[in-house]
């Protein structure tokens, strides 16, 4: 079986060490010291100012929403996980969505002025692949417009934008750290800013708002996570120029071995590096697609339709006319890739989707 992503697992005996260490101290969560530890060797390695982590990507989604006290309506991409719209209807404001660029699949700066409105507080925008957002046009806008950005950069874990970490772009980025993704800490996720205000007041918005034991400043929420998570995250991070080497290696064959398939792949926004997190394929139609997807796991290879359907098709929010979003929901596959996966194995993926086409 060739799933589309398997977790990455360290050797068992390294995280072994850490668990004697929580045995000995006693302390399983409220930010202890393997938390405090994971977040400066986040912050180093991301050469990052302000980092918190936090339970999972979701919940810093909606954290960042709390922190900039948004109302009303916030303009958003149809291409992204599920998380980013409900957060947004989670939180109590309406996504506004707008299409996106053929190229990069990211959020199509040229078409939000049409949608802002005078309930329009922030665009929350997601860098798809890991693969940065025009985010030069996008400051643009938000300054003429005065709207807050948030950044999902779930996918964009080491990408650098104009040689900065893609994470310092916006009011807030967000992350995740789920297990399918590039690192993780088995669930987890973090927020990132530049604001120490924002900052401060994130970090009482996760612990349910406390200050001190007996004093709160304002809501909150539980969003810490815990040494037992953390202790993972430090055992991958020493891992994760391997993980991402090993994916730059089956990115290229995989390169190699479907020149011959009719496809196009997200043009990467000049500026960035790409950081490998994904192999995503744009099929040239919706039936060849489906197609691929039945031979592929007639032989037990599991491709995913990420991301599909359109956000705009959700059941709880407003559909709209987005043409570009919706063919490529349809035609779009991520391949497997995954630390483990040998060439072998992308050979008989690239042999299977070309009989497909060649038929
Ligand atoms: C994974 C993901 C999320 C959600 O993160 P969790 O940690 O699973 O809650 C949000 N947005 C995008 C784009 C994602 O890929």
Known sequence: ???????????????????????????????????????????????????????????????????????????????????????????????????????TLNIDPDK???????????????????????????????????????????????????????????????????????????EGGAVITKSPELLKRMAYMRNFGHDGPDKFTEVGINGKNSEFHAAMGLVNLSHIESIRSARKAQSDYYDRVLKNLEFKKPVITRGATFNYAYYAVVLPTEDITLRMIEELNRNLIYPRRYFYPSLDELPYVKKVELPIARSICKRVLCLPLYHTLTFEEIDFVARHMLRVQNN
Not at 29 to 46: A, D, F, M
Not at 115 to 144: E, F, M, Q, R, S
Request: glycine share 4%.
């Open 1 to 103: 079986m060739i799933p589309v992503t398997k977790p990455f697992l360290p050797p068992k005996e390294e995280y072994n060490k850490y668990l004697d260490g929580i045995w000995q101290r006693n302390c399983l969560t409220n930010n202890g010291p393997l938390v405090n530890e994971l977040e400066l060797k986040l912050k180093e390695y991301l050469k990052v100012d302000h980092l918190l982590y936090l339970t999972n990507g979701t919940i810093a989604i909606q954290i960042a929403i709390k922190a900039l006290d948004l109302k009303s309506e916030i303009i958003t991409t149809p291409f992204s996980y599920v998380a980013t719209s409900s957060s947004i209807v989670w939180e109590g404001c309406k996504p506004v969505f707008v299409d996106i660029d053929n190229n």
């Open 112 to 186: 939000i002025e049409a949608a802002i409105t005078a309930n329009t507080t922030a665009i929350l925008a997601t860098h798809v692949y890991g693969n940065p957002c025009n985010i030069d046009a996008l400051n643009t806008i938000a300054l003429k417009h005065n709207l807050k950005i948030i950044y999902d950069a779930a996918h964009a874990f080491g990408t650098l934008y104009n040689g900065k970490s893609v994470f310092e772009c916006g009011d807030i980025s967000t992350t995740s750290f789920h297990s399918t993704k590039l690192f993780h800490t088995i």
